[in-house]
DNA sequence: CGGTACATTGAAGGGGCTCAATCCACGTGG
DNA sequence: CCACGTGGATTGAGCCCCTTCAATGTACCG
């Protein structure tokens, strides 16, 4: 996903996608957000369709992804598939997968991706010298918690137009986050294939879902661009709630 | 749930089931686990059906499940239901909801159950004064946030056999974790009407399913005792693979 | 003994799947 | 410059898994 000109953001929190996250939280000390950039510093790039995490290896640290999108995946015996969450710029990679013997899920970049790679090491060493950035971490964890979530009410209980309408909408908020989506629109980095993968949908239901959200003028569509053409509606089909994606209180608990 | 005689653990772990399950995890020293201990220390009652932590307030700190099980509960605005996870003794509450200004899900205990409360700050001072334990309760949510994944693969892509069959096993394996089951059998702490929305079935389908699976010689249930009679073939069928609940490399990472 | 909570079973209908064909944009090589 | 291949979007027909609705059974409890 190349970023298109008008959803950038300011350079700053391009450059430094985590520390731009992170800000957003509590208000960071110089040698914090000095501690994040060389964190964020050894960069690599990762084709499109290359796995950046493989199932089954083992890993000594984390990515933090820095340009591109990617997406979390199972694939079952049989070839069913389904994508767990999409990463985007300032996400971590390899969580839990450090932890076990054996990464769980692949991660693979949807687009020409940059990550940095961070020893667990670094990362346990970040802890150490600066706790208020642990715990600004460990709450950023929490919101990616609450994602995983929403994602299985989602799956569990929502109708197939409620699943879609409330994906393209947590879409936009987290790519407004950073800069990457304006007010109402946005480049959709999966293809219908990966959205009913992530939905647990087949590709025509979700080209037919797509197709009604777009006769009852919510949305439209042209190639990967998503306009959102009634953001109320469309929330309150899904019953959207935005605050599992902002209203946190680190910063309170901090202070 | 109370505890039955035979599905009992060694009374420390029982006494103080998150050092136990930290302790699986890394040896611990003497002020960790002190340092656990203490925390473990201020215990409430919460009487069965009753929420311990209630979607929309505000807390400034968590809970650790003692004894008894809850469940993590997201109610719609039309009253569909979903179960977002089974808090079994060990397991943190509150998470993410405190670094939220109103938390996101409600908890309620299944049954009569024991919680102990840790402000906030005692949490983040433990994670200063022992690093180590940081890092294991790190490791211990990356193991939470697995569970989420599988279950967003059960609810997403298995058929209703093959969730059911899957919820089964992980929670003989969760529960046999702590000591509170034995080699193939277990209370059921949840009704099939809350098993179903953990699941994403309707209760006749719950039901059903169940009872195929008896049919088929693979499961045994009374009351709410359930025997898993054939667990290499339950397992196969729902492609259950327990190392998303072990296998964790923590103490070779902080070694 | 009536009430409540939960399990069980049946009948009918629908939402979403499977299978299959078609279309379209794009890149690549002859 | 066009033929061809490929990845992805689109649309239709038939069917099945699971839901909804409804009734019944059963254990427990005040």
Not at 105 to 132: E, G, K, M, N
Not at 160 to 169: G, I, K, Q, Y
Not at 197 to 219: F, K
Request: a negative charge.
């Amino acid at each position: 996903m190349a970023i298109e000109p008008e959803h950038a953001a300011e350079p700053a929190a391009l450059a430094y996608p985590l520390t731009g996250r992170l800000a957003g939280l509590v208000p960071l000390l110089p040698e914090e957000i000095a501690a994040l950039a060389s964190l964020q510093a050894a960069r690599r790039p990762v084709a499109r369709n290359r796995e950046i995490i493989r199932a089954g290896r083992t890993y000594d640290g984390v990515f933090v992804l820095i340009e591109g999108a990617a997406i979390r995946v199972r694939v079952l015996r049989d070839g069913r598939r389904q994508v767990l969450n999409v990463v985007l710029p300032g996400d971590f990679i390899g969580f839990p997968a450090c932890f076990f013997e054996a990464a769980l899920y692949s991660i693979t970049a949807l687009s020409d991706a940059i990550v940095s790679w961070i020893p667990f090491a670094s990362l346990f060493a970040l802890f150490h010298q600066h706790p208020r950035l642990g715990a600004t971490l460990f709450c950023s964890f929490s919101c990616e918690a609450a994602m995983y979530a929403e994602h299985l009410i989602d799956v569990g209980r929502r109708s197939a137009r409620e699943r879609v309408a409330h994906f393209l909408l947590e879409l936009l908020t987290r790519l407004q986050a950073i800069g990457l989506a304006d007010e109402r629109s946005y480049r959709m980095p999966l293809t219908q294939e990966l959205i009913g993968d992530a939905l647990g949908l087949s590709v025509p239901h979700v080209n037919r879902t797509l197709r009604q959200l777009r006769e009852d003028d919510l949305v439209s569509i042209d190639g990967q661009i998503v306009v959102i053409k009634d953001i109320e509606a469309l929330a309150a089909l899904a019953d959207f709630e935005k605050i599992y994606l902002s209203r946190f209180r680190i910063g309170e608990l901090l202070a």
